[in-house]
């Protein structure tokens, strides 16, 4: 997802300079195709083996390379540097209890610990720089319990099996990605947002009730962090601790539908998108796609290739008010779908799914977030930048964010249209590098206690120590 609205994530220029300045650190980092062999790996394997099973200890080739990769290669830039890390063993436990005994143990013969959801993130998060143990938690899975407005599970539990859980308690998540598969943990440490976003905010506002952290320390004893305390454990990579179970906001569940339309012109499509986001009650999700993306979509009769896409994930009540905001801008109701398919149709299209689709479409193409009202306005200046450029955007109340690709021509040429981009006041999130890049003061000053050894997903953190 795009820029913070709350101005935490560094800026791109800020976080090139910082890369630039710790070029040391990034080149401590594997290169491409290096294969570590972190010493005591071999006794490390044999000990977990006996604390948790064999079958738990996994060592075969193709496993060792799967935990390896996520989804940077949807950067061109990233996917230059890649691989960049191999795993060399990979640890599946089942329950959050065995995580503790696995952290210690790792703490104890220094071995370098990632910890992994699904692997989706696009960053390159996921990837274990450094070698050494990479932690699948996707066998803890469990959902521990559930309240009035709250969910507790393990950090590998999906995010759709949360929302389903919810659902039979007439409860329903304050947010889930587009990636709707993906685990609790992982998007905590990884994602932004998503479906539920527009009138939540991120998953670090307030979304995250507690969470229960392993700190790679001689103990390696779980504590609990509850409502603000718990930011530097969010989107900060695993680099403050191992996330072993969560809980995260409900709301009372609403009855969804998906209203499809399509616009002729980038103002009327636009006007309609904000008009849309201040609706009352609040829609789930809005975005707004160019017909370059919308005809790389799986073909649909609610999406018409030649025109804009307006999409709208709104309560069913609310529905005479969605359709008149659509025609009083001069659109096209295409469709109003019911749940489950008209809200699960838009939420698959919404923040980097558009990218995904164009990627699979078409070679060529980079991304980036990005944020601001400017982009409501007259796209031409920005459109300029980058040759190719086509739009997504995603209404928030906090401001309109979204995802810019274009073609790819090399890396100095995404940084100069970086900087363009800014000098026209459009936010951008540069998704091209693999650092943690929000709340860095608050990360560094936990992973002071949490990781003193730099043993938790080494190499993603600048300047820590
Ligand atoms: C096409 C596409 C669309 C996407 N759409 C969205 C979107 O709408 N919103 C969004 O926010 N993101 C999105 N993402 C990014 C990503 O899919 C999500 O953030 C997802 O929820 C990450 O979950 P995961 O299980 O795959 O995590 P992983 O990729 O496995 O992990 C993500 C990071 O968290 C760390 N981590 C994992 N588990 C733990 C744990 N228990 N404790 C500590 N650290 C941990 C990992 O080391 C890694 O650094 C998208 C990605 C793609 C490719």
Same mark, same amino acid.
């Given at each position: 997802?795009a820029?913070?609205?709350?101005? $935490? ?24 195709? $290096?294969?570590?062999r972190?010493?005591g ?11 948790l ?31 960049? *890390?191999?795993?060399e ?9 065995q995580?503790?005994? #696995? ?26 720089l ?6 699948? +938690? ?17 950090? *590998? ?47 670090g ?5 507690? +969470? ?14 509850? *409502?603000? %305390? ?9 680099? $403050? ?18 209203l ?9 499509? $636009?006007?309609?998108l ?5 609706? %009352? ?6 975005s ?9 979509f ?36 295409? %469709? ?12 698959? #299209? ?18 980036l ?18 040759? *190719? ?21 090399d ?15 459009v ?25 003193p050894?730099g ?11």
């Open positions: 997802m820029v913070d609205p709350k101005g $935490t994530t560094l800026s791109a220029a800020e976080l090139r300079r910082m890369t630039e300045l710790v070029a040391d650190d990034a080149m401590s980092v594997a290169g491409p195709g $290096t294969t570590h972190t010493p790996i071999e006794e490390f394997c044999t000990e977990a083996a006996a604390l099973g064999e079958d738990t200890v996994v060592r075969e080739d193709s496993a060792l390379d799967k935990a390896s990769r996520d989804w940077a290669h949807m950067s061109p830039i990233l996917a230059a540097k890649l691989p960049a *890390g191999r795993a063993v990979v640890l599946r436990p089942s329950s959050y209890e995580i503790q005994p #696995l952290v210690a143990l790792a703490h104890r013969l220094r071995i370098p610990l990632t910890p992994r959801g699904k692997g989706t993130g696009n960053y390159g998060q996921a990837i274990p450094h070698g050494g143990a990479v932690l699948d +938690l996707t066998g803890c899975g469990r959902i521990l319990g559930a309240g009035d407005g709250w969910i507790r599970a393990e950090a *590998g539990a999906k995010m759709s099996d949360l929302e389903a859980h919810a659902r039979t308690l007439g409860q329903e998540l304050w947010m889930f990605p587009s990636t709707f598969g993906t685990s609790l943990g992982g998007f905590l440490s990884g994602g932004n947002g998503g479906t539920g976003s527009l009138a939540n905010g991120t998953n506002d307030g979304f995250v009730r507690d +969470l229960t952290v392993v700190p790679c320390t001689a103990e390696a004893e779980p504590f609990t962090v509850r *409502g603000e %305390e718990a930011l530097p454990y969010i989107h900060a990579y695993g680099t $403050t601790g191992i996330t072993t179970t969560a809980t995260v906001a409900l709301q009372p569940a609403r009855v969804w539908t998906g499809f339309a399509s616009f002729d012109t980038w103002t009327s499509a $636009t006007a309609a904000s008009d849309l986001v201040r609706l %009352e009650p609040a829609p789930r999700l809005v707004l796609d160019e017909p370059g993306l919308v005809e790389t799986e073909a649909d009769p609610a999406l018409d290739p030649a025109t804009l896409s307006v999409r709208a994930i709104i309560e069913e009540q609310a529905g005479d008010d969605a359709r008149a905001i659509i025609e009083k801008h001069g659109g096209r109701v295409t %469709e109003v779908r019911p749940a489950p398919r008209g809200p699960a149709l838009i939420s698959s #299209l919404s923040f980097n799914h558009p990218t995904y689709h164009l990627m699979k479409a078409k070679e060529g193409y980079f991304h977030e990005i944020g601001g009202d400017v982009l409501l306005g007259d796209p031409a200046a920005v459109k300029a930048v980058f040759p *190719g450029t086509v739009l997504h955007l995603e209404g928030m109340r906090s401001g309109t964010v979204g995802m810019l690709m274009a073609h790819y021509q890396e100095a040429t995404v940084y100069e249209g970086i900087a363009a981009l800014e000098a026209l006041g936010g951008v999130h540069d998704v091209h590098n693999w650092y943690v890049d929000r709340r860095l003061d608050l990360v560094r000053a936990a992973v002071r206690t949490a990781d050894l043993l938790l997903n080494p190499g993603h953190l600048l300047g820590a120590r």
